[in-house]
């Protein structure tokens, strides 16, 4: 399901899908030759992401996506990021740090790009665990599965991917050491930076 969300949610960022489009369960099953229900429970995660609107009886109708929601998201999303490292940071263990620095640096030698946005996920998911804090679990995790499909951009380019893992190393780095604040600025860095490349990703789509 996750192909099928990745596909409906970049052909509505691009505009293949204008805001107003109808997306009809029976068509979606078709096109992608599976049943009407995992159409169904996709169409409901882009609901909940804001991307379409479901109604009873009429199927789903896009929503406008544009360039300041964006912004928005990843604004929120580094707002919380941070919040999570203020709480998190004494609770990280230093030896599941390591091996996420590991594997990420092994991933790089053999230029297994799955694998690196995998473990790009499991280093956020894994702060944001750590806090505990059930709430801010929930709201995080709803933008990371919206945003999900923009991280493989960081790794599109060979110096995109570069810089995507020197930050993350250095992040690690910096809670290995207890260095909160120091980890904080990387991490506000890191969001901005990634935010820059959704966005340019999305000009692109609309020219």
Known sequence: MEDIYSVLFDKIISGEYPAGTRLKQEDLAKEFSISRTPIRVVLQQLDQDGLVKL?????????????????????????????????????????????????????QQNNNLKELIDLDADLHSYI????????????????????????????????????????????????????????????KTHIENSKINALVHLFKTKT
């Not at 789903?60 to 941070?82: G, N, S």
């Not at 810089?163 to 260095?179: G, K, Q, Y």
């Open 55 to 107: 109604s009873p009886n009429k199927g789903a109708v896009v929503l406008p996506f544009t360039a300041d929601e964006i912004e928005e998201i990843f604004e929120i999303r580094k707002t919380l990021e941070l919040l999570c490292l203020d709480i998190a940071v004494p609770s990280l263990q230093i030896h599941r740090l390591l091996e996420i620095k590991a594997a990420m640096l092994q991933s």
């Open 128 to 187: 944001l665990h750590s806090t505990g804090k059930k709430r801010l679990i929930q709201m995080l995790n709803q933008l990371f599965r919206l945003l999900q499909r923009f991280r493989s951009l960081g790794y599109s380019e060979k110096e995109l991917k570069e810089n995507a893992i020197r930050e993350h190393i250095e992040i690690i780095d910096a809670l290995c050491t207890r260095e909160t604040e120091k980890a904080k600025a990387l991490m």
